[in-house]
């Protein structure tokens, strides 16, 4: 459990754990006291009220002087066994009548009875004595029998001495119990708080071993609480992600690597045989010119590459104007009739929608496919392009010809850089296994996507762009 600056959800909840369990405790103890406090009260008023009732009810039989002067004789019976308890009986003339010994009554006690002669609706003051002696008591009005006579004023009081030693007692044990309780508490809440921890530390065990040669193991979801599952199959599904990033990149690495190889092998073969001894001047004009074949190829999948790598960062920003589709797709035909009469295929195209983007861009994404179409049809076969706006929003260009079906298990990386389904064929076209992927990244930068499906020897590519709205302003983005 870390207490720096960093954050330790253990120590948070043992805080807490603590600090819950010490309030919980001192509520319950103040309730508890309050009560205690008003049973003590309520014993002293049934005693304080009872002598008190004694005492008028005393004065009430007095019927002269001399019956006065009886009273305190009576009082002074009426305590004999209960100690601690002190009455001040104050006359009519004003002179005091009784007082018990080491009587100290406050005067506003005794000015409250004088005004209030319902014992039953007293408040209880409580003070301490000169000897610092704790008393509650009352005072009321009481009245005689003498005719004409005021009334004469009674005051009761209690040492309450015992009761206050009770709850300092009760506060000390309190306070006590509720620190020894906070800390047992923050003991075993950080006993459950560990346990409970326990599958995030296990998690954290089989993260760590978790290497770029090891992007294949994954966390045990199972094996921890329900409440961590989620997390544990969301990290497992981040996994997988960069697993499949890591092996793309790996293989995007070795095809560069191997399409690279081959031209630059070529060109150093080539200058190091015809360095090996005087040629004439036009051998040397064909090693240059078959050098500048490579250089060529070279460029252009070093501009493919540095396309792709601006399209990753989404620096493709696309002129966009509106245009027919059907109409680019038209012109490019007749740019391949060649190819397709050399491989004596039948071409169909049909239909026209209206995009909004970049022409130069589209027209490249469209002659990718193209060209890939007329490259897999086998001779003698069909190629048909078909432009499908009925839906508003959307144009659709479908790409189909006839030829080998590729399996499922290729489709989702026909897209990759330099993927090839067949690893031993080398590409007839302009590109290096670049096409697809840049086909997809022209589709993608106009909010737009491309798809493809194979079965029954028929491969059929889809490329949907977002359908121009009516004043030719931006459309909706389907990505």
Avoid: C
């Amino acid at each position: 459990m870390r207490l720096g600056g960093e954050r330790s959800i253990t120590f948070r909840l043992t805080l807490l754990f603590a600090t819950v369990s010490a309030a919980v405790l001192l509520l319950l103890g103040f309730l508890i006291g309050n009560s205690v406090e008003r049973h003590f009260e309520e014993q002293d008023m049934e005693v304080l009220t009872g002598k008190l009732r004694l005492t008028q009810h005393a004065l009430e039989k007095v019927r002269s002087e001399a019956d006065l002067d009886l009273v305190p004789e009576r009082l002074d019976d009426s305590l004999v066994g209960h100690s601690g308890l002190a009455i001040l009986v104050i006359a009519p003339a004003g002179t005091t009548l009784f007082a018990s010994h080491g009587t100290d009554f406050p005067p506003a006690l005794l000015e409250r009875g004088a005004q209030d002669p319902a014992a039953e609706h007293l408040a209880p003051m409580v003070w301490r004595t000169g000897t610092a002696l704790p008393m509650r008591g009352i005072a009321a009005a009481a009245r005689t029998g003498i005719a004409g006579a005021p009334s004469a004023v009674v005051a009761v009081a209690i040492d309450i001495s015992h009761h206050e030693h009770f709850m300092a007692a009760f506060r000390t044990t309190l306070w006590s119990f509720v620190v020894l309780a906070a800390a047992l508490s923050g003991f075993l809440g950080w006993v459950v708080v560990r346990r409970g921890l326990a599958p995030l530390q296990a998690i954290k065990r089989q993260a760590a071993g978790i290497t770029a040669q090891r992007l294949d193991a994954r966390l045990a979801a199972a094996a921890v609480p329900v409440e961590l599952a989620e997390l544990a199959r969301t990290l497992n599904e981040m996994l997988a992600r960069l697993e499949d990033s890591f092996r793309r990149l790996s293989d995007f690495s070795s095809d560069l690597a191997h399409e690279l190889r081959t031209p630059v092998s070529n060109l150093l073969t080539q200058t190091q045989v015809t360095l090996a001894k005087d040629r004439s001047l036009d051998e040397y004009r064909d090693v240059l010119a078959s050098n500048a074949e490579e250089f060529e190829h070279l460029a252009r999948m070093i501009a493919d590459m540095l396309y792709l790598a601006k399209a990753d960062n989404g620096l493709i920003v696309p002129n966009r104007e509106s245009f027919d589709l059907g109409a680019e797709v038209e012109r490019l035909l007749e740019f391949y009739v060649v190819l397709t009469e050399e491989k004596d295929l039948a071409v169909r195209s049909s239909g026209s929608g209206v995009v909004f983007g970049d022409r130069l861009m589209l027209r490249r994404a469209i002659s990718n496919l193209l060209a890939n179409a007329i490259r897999h049809a086998p001779a003698g076969g069909w190629l048909a392009v078909q432009v499908d706006a009925s839906d508003p929003t959307l144009i659709t260009l479908a790409v189909e010809n006839s030829g080998a079906t590729i399996p499922q298990e290729h489709l989702a990386r026909l897209f990759d850089r330099f993927y090839r389904v067949d690893a031993s064929r080398q590409n007839l076209g302009d590109g290096a296994g670049l096409g697809l992927a840049i086909t997809r990244s022209i589709a993608r930068a106009h909010g737009g996507e491309v798809r493809v499906s194979s079965q029954h020897g028929r491969t059929r590519f889809e490329l949907q762009l977002p359908a121009a709205r009516a004043k030719g302003d931006r459309p909706l983005d389907l990505a």
